[in-house]
């Protein structure tokens, strides 16, 4: 069976693409559902937006442009640095942890010398705008 492709039209009707174990498959902008490759087809997609968002039915493709550069935002398979890093400081943190504990040393170690330090090394490597996202982190709370 043939794979279907994404094209530029199924945006007109509220649908953007997921690539999924080197599939695409079409992506609901407004409910962020995510259907098969064979509903790659003009009139499915249509078929889903008549019936579950009647209401945007008659909606232009601006409104779902603004719609897909926000669920394109949110997703973490989309390179986001930001979350990369996140992910990094949290892993970080961990092995910070499993080391002090392997010392058999106070938690307060991690609080008072190793968390300060590891906040100017993040403001020297990566810059002041990295620090404020990190200390949203659970990790460097």
């Known amino acids: 069976m043939a794979k279907r492709e994404y094209k530029d039209e199924f945006l007109k009707v509220g649908f953007t693409f997921i ?53 394109k935002r949110q997703r973490l398979d989309s390179g986001n640095k930001s979350v990369c890093c996140l992910e990094k400081a949290t892993l970080a943190s961990y092995h910070v942890a499993w080391r002090i504990a392997r010392q058999k040393k106070p938690h307060s170690i991690g609080e008072n010398l190793i968390k300060p330090a590891a906040i100017d090394m993040i403001r020297l490597t990566c810059g002041d705008e990295y620090v404020k996202k990190n200390r949203t982190n659970t990790a460097f709370k």
Request: with cysteine; hydrophobic share 25%; net charge positive.
């Open 19 to 71: 690539k999924d174990k080197g599939t695409v498959r079409p992506q609901c902008v407004v409910c962020y559902e995510v259907l098969s490759n064979e509903s790659l087809k003009l009139n499915k997609l249509k078929r889903h937006l008549e019936t579950k968002h009647s209401d945007l039915s008659n909606k232009d493709r601006t409104f779902f442009e603004t719609k897909e550069t926000h669920i």
